[in-house]
């Protein structure tokens, strides 16, 4: 990737981190970035083309950090590592978390394209859980149904961190983790 387009990419998110998507010009980008106006538009061809290899970008990224070593250990400590990474990333206030909020739910940017690069990213994920269920512990559900119960909540208690609007203790976190772990599994699984 060009060093440019990547500066290009990181002002974009950090000014809407600060000053939110109406916020964002090309003029404010290229001062951010330190380059010319004009070589924006050899990277992108306009502001929304911008927001969304941006939100590529922002997955990728955060698909990398989020399954590292998502293939050791059980099911049960694969499923807990991720979470727990989940909640950490979701409560830091860095521009990637202030500036994703903003523009996930732009029409723009939730496309087939982007549904199919999220799934590709985070096929890990869903490998988890499609091994789950192959061995008869985790509810017979789409894995994205299975994601919905399990791994939003980590994202929602980061958030309310985030905001300042609830403390947490960390094993307060831990048993929410164990909490959505179990909310998965076939009953029979969840006595043990």
Same mark, same amino acid.
């Given at each position: 990737m060009s060093n440019k387009r990547d500066l290009i990419l990181r002002a974009s998110e950090k000014i809407i981190a600060s000053s939110?998507?109406?916020?964002?010009?090309?003029?404010?980008?290229?001062?951010? $970035?330190?380059?010319?106006?004009?070589?924006?538009?050899?990277?992108?061809?306009?502001?929304?083309?911008?927001? *969304?290899? *941006?939100?590529?970008?922002? *997955?990728?990224?955060?698909?990398?950090? /989020?399954? $590292?070593?998502?293939q050791q250990g059980?099911?049960?400590?694969?499923?807990?590592?991720?979470?727990?990474?989940?909640?950490?990333?979701?409560?830091q206030r860095s521009p990637t978390n202030l500036s994703y909020e903003q523009y996930a739910h732009l029409p723009e940017s939730n496309t087939e394209e982007i549904r199919a690069l999220e799934f590709t990213l985070f096929a890990p994920l869903?490998?988890?859980?499609?091994?789950?269920?192959?061995?008869?512990?985790?509810?017979? /559900?789409?894995?994205?149904a299975l994601y919905a119960l399990s791994m939003e909540p980590a994202?929602?208690?980061?958030?309310?961190?985030?905001?300042? *609007?609830?403390?947490?203790?960390?094993?307060e976190i831990e048993l929410v983790c164990d909490l959505c772990w179990k909310s998965i599994l076939l009953p029979t699984q969840s006595t043990h």
């Open positions: 939110g998507i109406q916020g964002l010009s090309m003029q404010q980008v290229a001062n951010e $970035a330190g380059v010319a106006a004009g070589t924006i538009y050899r990277y992108f061809k306009d502001k929304n083309e911008l927001i *969304l290899e *941006l939100r590529k970008d922002v *997955l990728a990224q955060v698909a990398a950090h /989020l399954l $590292a070593d998502h059980t099911l049960e400590q694969r499923f807990k590592r991720i979470w727990l990474r989940m909640h950490h990333f979701g409560k869903h490998q988890l859980f499609e091994e789950g269920k192959a061995a008869g512990v985790m509810q017979p /559900l789409n894995s994205r994202m929602t208690l980061a958030r309310t961190i985030r905001r300042g *609007l609830i403390q947490y203790e960390t094993h």
